[in-house]
C-alpha cells in the first residue's frame, strides 16, 4: 500500500490493485504543473467536499478513468449534474459505511462549510475512514479541530492524513490536538503550502509533531509514501 501526493489535498492511495484519488485539485495548481491529470486513473474518487480546490479535475479525471465518484448526498448529486454518469456516483452519509472491493469507506464528521464551485448547494462536509489490506487510514478533509475527531480514539487508525495550514482548516497546533484525539502517531500532512493564507515553516512543524511523540510526513508533489 502508498500514497501518493498531488498537492493540496490532492492523495492517491494505492491498494494492491485499487487506486482511490481524494479531492482532485492538480491542473489550476501552479505547484502541480508536471502532473498530468490524464495519466490518472483511479478506480474510486472520494471528495471531502465541493470546494473549488478540492473538486477542479473530478469531472476531467471521472471521464478519463471511468471511477466511481463517493460523496456525501448533496455533493454527489453536483458531481452527477458536472455530466458523471448516475451509475458512476455512490452517494452517502454521515455513519454510513460503503463496501468495496478494496475493503470499506466509513463517512465521519467534519467542521468546515461547502458549496459548489457555481455556488450550487453541495450539503456538508465529510472525513472518511478506510479500512483495506489490514490498514485503518482517515483521510479528514478540511476540518477545523473537533470533539468529535474523540470518536475515532478507539478506531486503531494507522495513518491519518490532516490539514495543517491553518486559516481556512485546522493549524500545526491544532492538528496535533487533532492527532491526539484520534489515537494516531503516523500523520501525513494535507492543506498547507498551496496559497499564501495557509503557508507553514515545514521544518518547525515537523519539530512541533516530534516534540509530541508523533510522525509528521511532509511529501512533496508527486512524492510517494508506503503506508
Not at 449534474?81 to 451509475?87: L, V
Not at 495513518?159 to 495543517?164: C, G, V, Y
Not at 481556512?168 to 491526539?180: G, K, L, N, R
Request: some cysteine; proline content about 5%; charged content about 20%.
Amino acid at each position: 500500500m502508498k500514497a501518493i501526493y498531488y498537492g493540496h489535498s490532492s492523495v492517491a492511495l494505492h491498494l494492491d490493485a485499487t487506486t482511490v484519488l481524494f479531492d482532485p485539485f492538480i491542473s489550476p495548481n501552479p505547484k502541480a504543473e508536471k502532473i498530468d491529470i490524464k495519466s490518472l486513473k483511479p478506480d474510486y474518487i472520494i471528495l471531502s467536499h465541493a470546494h473549488e480546490d478540492h473538486v477542479a479535475d473530478v469531472a476531467a479525471i471521472q471521464k478519463n478513468s471511468g471511477a466511481k465518484v463517493m460523496a456525501v448526498v448533496e455533493t454527489a448529486m453536483w458531481a452527477n449534474r458536472q455530466g458523471i454518469p448516475e451509475p458512476d456516483i455512490i452517494p452517502f452519509n454521515f455513519g454510513g459505511t460503503v463496501q468495496t472491493d478494496f475493503g470499506s469507506v466509513k463517512m465521519v464528521y467534519a467542521l468546515h462549510t461547502n458549496a459548489a464551485p457555481d455556488g450550487q448547494y453541495a450539503g456538508v462536509p465529510a472525513g472518511y475512514v478506510l479500512r483495506s489490506g489490514g490498514k485503518k487510514i482517515y483521510f479528514a478533509g478540511d476540518t477545523g479541530l473537533t470533539m468529535e475527531m474523540k470518536l475515532l480514539e478507539h478506531v486503531g487508525l494507522d495513518w491519518a492524513f490532516l490539514p495543517i495550514g491553518g486559516h481556512f482548516t485546522m493549524d500545526v497546533d491544532d492538528a496535533i490536538v487533532a492527532s491526539q484525539f484520534i489515537n494516531c502517531k503516523n500523520i501525513i500532512g494535507i492543506h498547507y503550502n498551496t496559497f499564501p493564507p495557509i503557508a507553514i515553516d515545514t521544518e518547525a512543524a515537523k519539530q512541533q509533531f516530534a516534540d509530541a511523540g508523533l510522525n509528521l510526513y511532509l511529501l512533496g508533489i508527486g512524492d510517494e509514501l508506503v503506508l
